[in-house]
C-alpha cells in the first residue's frame, strides 16, 4: 500500500485541484483558521494546549467535518498547531526567541503617548507581573516577608469550620473581634478610640472613598498635598471633585501657612493628607505640624481625611502620632489598612471617621454592602494569636536597611544634580533628577531594559514633577536590582546630557 502523505501534504495537494464551485468553502475554512489563531496569539488557548477535536470543533462552529480538517491544517502549516497521534490537536509551543522578553531583546512595552496616571499605574504594574520587570515602580510592598501563608491556614480553617454563612454577620460596621483588635492596637500605642468608630472597609481605598464621599460633594474643592498620593487624586476625580495643591515640604509636611491662604480665598470642602510615610516624600510631620493643621481646620469647620496607612511601618522606636490624637471636634476622618503591614491579599481596611461615623456606615451599605467576612476573621485571629509585633519589628528593620543602601546606590549612580528624600517609614524613595531629565522619557527607556519606575507626573495634577521619579526599596537587594538602579542612573544621565541640567551630586531634599 502507498504510504499516506502528511496532513498539510495532503491538503495543498487537495487544494490545488479544487473546482471553482468550493470557493465559498475555501474562504469558511480560512476564516475559521484565522479565527483560531487570533485566539491563540491573544493566549485564549495557552502553548501546549489540546485544543477543540475536529467533530467538537465542526459542532461548536457549525460547520462541516471537512472544513475543520482544512483550517487545522492551515493552522499546521502556519506552525501555530501539531498533531500528536491518537491525541488529538494541540498548540505548538512557540521558539524561544519569538517570546517577549523585553530585559534581553530590549523591547518597549507599551506605553500611551499622552500621560494617563490611571493608565500609567495599570502599565506599571501589567509589566511587572506580565514581564517580570523590575519593581522600582510598584506600589505595592514585597509580599514575601509577610505570613501571608498563615493568615491564609486561619482562613481555611474558618471556612471548614463555617459551610454556611449569614449574610447579616458581614454588614457594616463589621466583624466585632476584629473591631476590637484595631482598637486594642490604637490604645496600646496612645491614640484614644471608641470601638463604636471603627467601620471596616475594602482596603484604604474604599475607606478614603467613602470618608471624601461623606464630607464633600461633587464640584466641591478639597485640598491635597503636593507632590500627593495618586489614589488620592483618583478618588476625587472619580467624584467630580476639584483638587487643589498646596505646597508640601519635604520633612515637615503640608505647607500650613500657604493652606490657610488658600482657605482664605476659597471654599474648601475638606482637606486629604498623609502625615505620616507620606506617599511619595516618606517624612513624618513632627506633632507641632499636626496640631497645627488639626487646630487651622477645626477653627473653619474644615474636615481632614488622614490616610494613615503606613503607620506601622516607622523607622523610629515608637509609631508616631496621628491627626486624631489631636481632634477635639470629631473631624478626623482617619482611614488605614493592613495591606501595606501584614497582608495585600485580602484587603482589609477600617475608618474612623468621628463626626461622620453614621454616614460613613450608611455609604459602605450603600456602595458594596459588605465586607467579606472570612478574611476579617481570619485577621482577628492573626492578631490574637501570632506574632504581629514581632513581623513587624522584622520588616521595619529590613525597610531601613534597604532605604539606607537604595538612598546610597542612587547617590553612587545617578547623574550630578540628583537629589532624594530622606523617609522616616514606609518603602519608597523619592528622587529629584537633573531639571531637564523628563521623567516620561525615563519611564520609557526604563521599560525597554525592564525596569519600572514611578514617573514624577503620577504624583500631580498639574505636571509640577516631570523631572521627579518614585523608588520602590521593598524588594530584596540583589545583584539583579543593584545591576538595574545602575543602569537607571546612566538613563538619567545620557537623557540630562541630551537636555542639559548641573548641580550638586547627592543632596537631600
Same mark, same amino acid.
Given at each position: 500500500?502507498?504510504?499516506?502523505?502528511?496532513?498539510?501534504?495532503?491538503?495543498?495537494?487537495?487544494?490545488?485541484?479544487?473546482?471553482?464551485?468550493?470557493?465559498?468553502?475555501?474562504?469558511?475554512?480560512?476564516?475559521?483558521?484565522?479565527?483560531?489563531?487570533?485566539?491563540?496569539?491573544?493566549?485564549?488557548?495557552?502553548?501546549?494546549?489540546?485544543?477543540?477535536?475536529?467533530?467538537?470543533?465542526?459542532?461548536?462552529?457549525?460547520?462541516?467535518?471537512?472544513?475543520?480538517?482544512?483550517?487545522?491544517?492551515?493552522?499546521?502549516?502556519?506552525?501555530?498547531?501539531?498533531?500528536? %497521534?491518537?491525541?488529538?490537536?494541540?498548540?505548538?509551543?512557540?521558539?524561544?526567541?519569538?517570546?517577549?522578553?523585553?530585559?534581553?531583546?530590549?523591547?518597549?512595552?507599551?506605553?500611551?503617548?499622552?500621560?494617563?496616571?490611571?493608565?500609567?499605574?495599570?502599565?506599571?504594574?501589567?509589566?511587572?507581573?506580565?514581564?517580570?520587570?523590575?519593581?522600582?515602580?510598584?506600589?505595592?510592598?514585597?509580599? $514575601?516577608?509577610?505570613?501571608?501563608?498563615?493568615?491564609?491556614?486561619?482562613?481555611?480553617?474558618?471556612?471548614?469550620?463555617?459551610?454556611?454563612?449569614?449574610?447579616?454577620?458581614?454588614?457594616?460596621?463589621?466583624?466585632?473581634?476584629?473591631?476590637?483588635?484595631?482598637?486594642?492596637?490604637?490604645?496600646?500605642?496612645?491614640?484614644?478610640?471608641?470601638?463604636?468608630?471603627?467601620?471596616?472597609?475594602?482596603?484604604?481605598?474604599?475607606?478614603?472613598?467613602?470618608?471624601?464621599?461623606?464630607?464633600?460633594?461633587?464640584?466641591?474643592?478639597?485640598?491635597?498635598?503636593?507632590?500627593?498620593?495618586?489614589?488620592?487624586?483618583?478618588?476625587?476625580?472619580?467624584?467630580?471633585?476639584?483638587?487643589?495643591?498646596?505646597?508640601?515640604? %519635604?520633612?515637615?509636611?503640608?505647607?500650613?501657612?500657604?493652606?490657610?491662604?488658600?482657605?482664605?480665598?476659597?471654599?474648601?470642602?475638606?482637606?486629604?493628607?498623609?502625615?505620616?510615610?507620606?506617599?511619595?516624600?516618606?517624612?513624618?510631620? %513632627? #506633632?507641632?505640624?499636626?496640631?497645627?493643621?488639626?487646630?487651622?481646620?477645626? @477653627?473653619?469647620?474644615?474636615?481632614?481625611?488622614?490616610?494613615?496607612?503606613?503607620?506601622?511601618?516607622?523607622?523610629?522606636?515608637?509609631?508616631?502620632?496621628?491627626?486624631?490624637?489631636?481632634?477635639?471636634?470629631?473631624?478626623?476622618?482617619?482611614?488605614?489598612?493592613?495591606?501595606?503591614?501584614? @497582608?495585600?491579599?485580602?484587603?482589609?481596611?477600617?475608618?474612623?471617621?468621628?463626626?461622620?461615623?453614621?454616614?460613613? $456606615?450608611?455609604?459602605?451599605?450603600?456602595?458594596?454592602?459588605?465586607? %467579606?467576612?472570612?478574611?476579617?476573621?481570619?485577621?482577628?485571629?492573626?492578631?490574637?494569636?501570632? /506574632?504581629?509585633?514581632?513581623?513587624?519589628?522584622?520588616?521595619?528593620?529590613?525597610?531601613?536597611?534597604?532605604?539606607?543602601?537604595?538612598?546610597?546606590?542612587?547617590?553612587?549612580?545617578?547623574?550630578?544634580? @540628583?537629589?532624594?528624600?530622606?523617609?522616616? /517609614?514606609?518603602?519608597?524613595?523619592?528622587?529629584?533628577?537633573?531639571?531637564?531629565?523628563?521623567?516620561?522619557?525615563?519611564?520609557?527607556?526604563?521599560?525597554?531594559?525592564?525596569?519600572?519606575? /514611578?514617573?514624577?507626573?503620577?504624583?500631580?495634577?498639574?505636571?509640577?514633577?516631570?523631572?521627579?521619579?518614585?523608588?520602590?526599596?521593598?524588594?530584596?537587594?540583589?545583584?539583579?536590582?543593584?545591576?538595574?538602579?545602575?543602569?537607571?542612573?546612566?538613563?538619567?544621565?545620557?537623557?540630562?546630557?541630551?537636555?542639559?541640567?548641573?548641580?550638586?551630586? /547627592? #543632596?537631600?531634599?
Amino acid at each position: 500500500m502507498r504510504k499516506r502523505r502528511s496532513t498539510v501534504a495532503a491538503f495543498w495537494h487537495r487544494l490545488d485541484a479544487l473546482p471553482p464551485e468550493l470557493e465559498n468553502h475555501l474562504k469558511l475554512y480560512e476564516k475559521l483558521a484565522d479565527e483560531i489563531e487570533e485566539a491563540v496569539r491573544r493566549g485564549v488557548f495557552a502553548p501546549g494546549e489540546k485544543v477543540a477535536s475536529v467533530r467538537q470543533a465542526s459542532q461548536q462552529h457549525d460547520v462541516s467535518i471537512k472544513t475543520v480538517l482544512h483550517a487545522y491544517a492551515i493552522l499546521e502549516s502556519r506552525g501555530i498547531l501539531e498533531t500528536r %497521534p491518537q491525541s488529538g490537536y494541540f498548540v505548538r509551543a512557540q521558539p524561544q526567541a519569538l517570546k517577549t522578553e523585553p530585559k534581553r531583546a530590549g523591547r518597549a512595552l507599551a506605553v500611551a503617548s499622552e500621560v494617563d496616571v490611571s493608565r500609567l499605574v495599570l502599565s506599571t504594574l501589567r509589566s511587572i507581573g506580565a514581564h517580570d520587570a523590575v519593581p522600582f515602580g510598584s506600589p505595592y510592598p514585597d509580599p $514575601e516577608p509577610f505570613p501571608w501563608r498563615r493568615i491564609n491556614q486561619y482562613a481555611n480553617a474558618i471556612a471548614r469550620r463555617h459551610s454556611t454563612w449569614n449574610l447579616i454577620d458581614d454588614l457594616p460596621p463589621g466583624n466585632p473581634e476584629l473591631i476590637r483588635q484595631i482598637a486594642r492596637r490604637y490604645a496600646e500605642n496612645g491614640v484614644p478610640v471608641d470601638p463604636q468608630e471603627i467601620v471596616i472597609t475594602v482596603g484604604a481605598t474604599e475607606a478614603i472613598n467613602l470618608s471624601l464621599q461623606a464630607v464633600a460633594k461633587p464640584g466641591d474643592t478639597v485640598a491635597v498635598e503636593s507632590p500627593t498620593y495618586y489614589a488620592m487624586l483618583h478618588a476625587i476625580e472619580r467624584l467630580g471633585m476639584r483638587a487643589i495643591e498646596v505646597p508640601t515640604h %519635604p520633612a515637615e509636611g503640608i505647607d500650613i501657612e500657604a493652606l490657610e491662604q488658600i482657605i482664605a480665598r476659597r471654599r474648601i470642602a475638606a482637606c486629604m493628607v498623609m502625615p505620616n510615610f507620606q506617599n511619595p516624600l516618606g517624612f513624618q510631620m %513632627p #506633632d507641632e505640624r499636626k496640631r497645627a493643621l488639626v487646630e487651622l481646620l477645626s @477653627t473653619h469647620d474644615i474636615p481632614v481625611i488622614e490616610n494613615d496607612v503606613y503607620h506601622e511601618l516607622y523607622y523610629g522606636e515608637a509609631r508616631p502620632s496621628t491627626l486624631k490624637n489631636f481632634d477635639t471636634k470629631g473631624l478626623v476622618l482617619h482611614c488605614a489598612s493592613f495591606s501595606k503591614s501584614l @497582608t495585600a491579599s485580602y484587603r482589609i481596611g477600617w475608618a474612623m471617621p468621628g463626626r461622620y461615623r453614621a454616614q460613613v $456606615e450608611k455609604l459602605k451599605f450603600l456602595n458594596t454592602l459588605t465586607t %467579606p467576612s472570612v478574611p476579617q476573621v481570619a485577621i482577628a485571629d492573626y492578631l490574637r494569636q501570632d /506574632g504581629y509585633d514581632r513581623h513587624l519589628r522584622r520588616v521595619r528593620k529590613l525597610y531601613r536597611q534597604q532605604a539606607r543602601i537604595m538612598s546610597s546606590m542612587v547617590e553612587r549612580f545617578f547623574p550630578a544634580g @540628583t537629589r532624594i528624600s530622606a523617609p522616616q /517609614g514606609g518603602y519608597v524613595l523619592w528622587v529629584e533628577l537633573p531639571g531637564r531629565v523628563d521623567s516620561m522619557r525615563l519611564y520609557r527607556a526604563a521599560l525597554e531594559c525592564g525596569i519600572t519606575i /514611578g514617573p514624577g507626573y503620577m504624583f500631580s495634577t498639574r505636571n509640577a514633577f516631570s523631572h521627579f521619579i518614585r523608588l520602590n526599596y521593598s524588594y530584596p537587594w540583589t545583584a539583579q536590582s543593584e545591576a538595574a538602579l545602575q543602569r537607571l542612573g546612566a538613563l538619567a544621565g545620557e537623557i540630562g546630557a541630551r537636555g542639559g541640567g548641573q548641580s550638586n551630586k /547627592g #543632596d537631600r531634599l
